[in-house]
């Protein structure tokens, strides 16, 4: 007859328990009502983007994101940056991305090319793992033909090997 009534305690004393925490709802902050200085906030805190952002957030106006020497894997430096153009697309649905891989001049024009194109297709994978729509998103490969820096030296081929962002609809 013991465990049957220490069975019906421990129920009884559970339940006031998750009673008892159930009606401690967090409080939300009232809204300000005044004006707010910044134009956007970072998306890690819910902020809202506009469509002038592409142009004025810092986060947005960064649209070229760069790979080590045949690599098309995007850097951990690059994931914030990843994260800002996602955000800005979930909110705008009807905004749409080219993403445009290009690679340095070393290597032969067909294996630029898809270098080029597995680059943009890291970053689609990226966008869309971040909640991007793949609807949004197009990727083009450029290969070597659309270099930033013509000369022949590492610091040029590495602002070669690059995605480039560009907005064809912005909302």
Request: proline share 6%; hydrophobic share 35%.
């Amino acid at each position: 007859m013991k465990l049957p009534i220490r069975v019906l305690l421990t129920a009884a004393v559970a339940s006031a328990t998750l009673i008892a925490c159930s009606s401690n709802k967090p409080k939300t902050a009232p809204p300000s009502a005044g004006p707010t200085t910044t134009t956007t906030p970072p998306p890690s805190t819910g902020g809202k983007y506009t469509v002038e952002s592409l142009d004025t957030d810092s986060c947005l106006r960064q649209r070229a994101i760069y790979f080590d020497f045949d690599k098309s894997e995007i850097k951990s430096e690059f994931q914030a940056q990843v994260a800002c153009h996602a955000a800005y697309l979930r909110q705008f649905p009807g905004a749409r991305v080219t993403l445009e891989g290009n690679a340095d001049e070393r290597g032969t024009r067909e294996y630029n090319l898809g270098l080029g194109e597995r680059r943009g297709n890291a970053v689609s994978s990226a966008l869309v793992a971040a909640g991007a729509s793949a609807s949004q998103l197009n990727v083009v490969s450029y290969g070597e033909e659309r270099p930033v820096c013509k000369e022949h030296n590492e610091t040029c081929w590495q602002k070669n090997r690059r995605v480039d962002i560009v907005y064809t609809a912005k909302q």
